[in-house]
């Protein structure tokens, strides 16, 4: 049995319950952030039909390495926190909101775990955002994602110099979600920190509203 280290960790909540919303997001911060971090984008969205949860990593780090590292240098971590979200999907699947209806964005960490779950379980959501992130491995691991996106919005936001997160990276990233049938936003900045800007606030905003 895989060792569960995120999964029993508290998920904030925000917007409409479930039962009530017409679309959902799942949300995921970056490592040393929390829940309540990247809590905060759901109020500069402004969108009240939706529900927000964002799960809580252990310690506040989804897995200790970098996300270029090879996977096995991140477990039993990585596993865990592919698990917490696929957990997440889940619940909100049960809940009656469609993957298609339903969004996973992340920043940092987060944003490479929300490419990186998105990809290994291809389908139809509602929308991927990563905000400074890419799939998870090491060069030559990024292998093995079959099935199709058929057409989900992808948005891809970096900075041409992020010291964490290398630009080839996100090509990448960019190129195999189109190889398996997204439609991609790829929005890179010039000088840009690792931070997350407006343009890329009112890029979420719109695929929010398309899907509602």
């Known amino acids: 049995m895989a060792q569960q280290i995120h999964e029993n960790q508290p998920v904030m909540r925000h917007g409409k319950p479930l039962d009530q919303a017409k679309a959902a997001m799942i949300m995921i911060h970056g490592r040393g952030g929390d829940a309540t971090g990247i809590m905060q984008l759901a109020n500069h969205f402004g969108m009240d039909d939706f529900a927000y949860l964002a799960p809580s990593a252990a310690g506040g780090s989804w897995y200790p390495n970098r996300f270029i590292a090879k ?5 039993p971590y990585l ?36 490419t990186e779950t998105a990809a290994r379980h291809p389908q139809r959501y509602g929308g991927i955002v990563a905000l400074s992130g890419g799939l998870i491995g090491a060069e030559g691991e990024l292998v093995g994602y079959d099935g199709t996106f058929d057409n989900t919005p ?21 190129d195999i979600f189109t190889r398996l049938g997204a439609t991609v936003d790829e929005r890179i900045y010039e000088g840009m920190g690792h931070t997350i800007i407006d343009d890329e606030v009112q890029a979420v905003k719109q695929m929010m509203q398309a899907l509602i």
Not at 87 to 108: C, H, R, Y
Request: glycine share 6%; aromatic share 4%; with cysteine.
């Open 71 to 75: 996977r096995e240098s991140n477990q």
């Open 79 to 114: 596993s865990s926190a592919l698990a917490t979200i696929q957990n997440l999907l889940q619940e909100v699947a049960d809940a009656g909101i469609p993957p298609e209806k339903t969004m996973i964005i992340g920043f940092s960490q987060g944003a490479c775990l929300a």
């Open 154 to 174: 992808v948005f891809l936001g970096c900075s041409d110099v992020d010291f964490h997160i290398p630009l080839e990276r996100v090509h990448e990233t960019r």
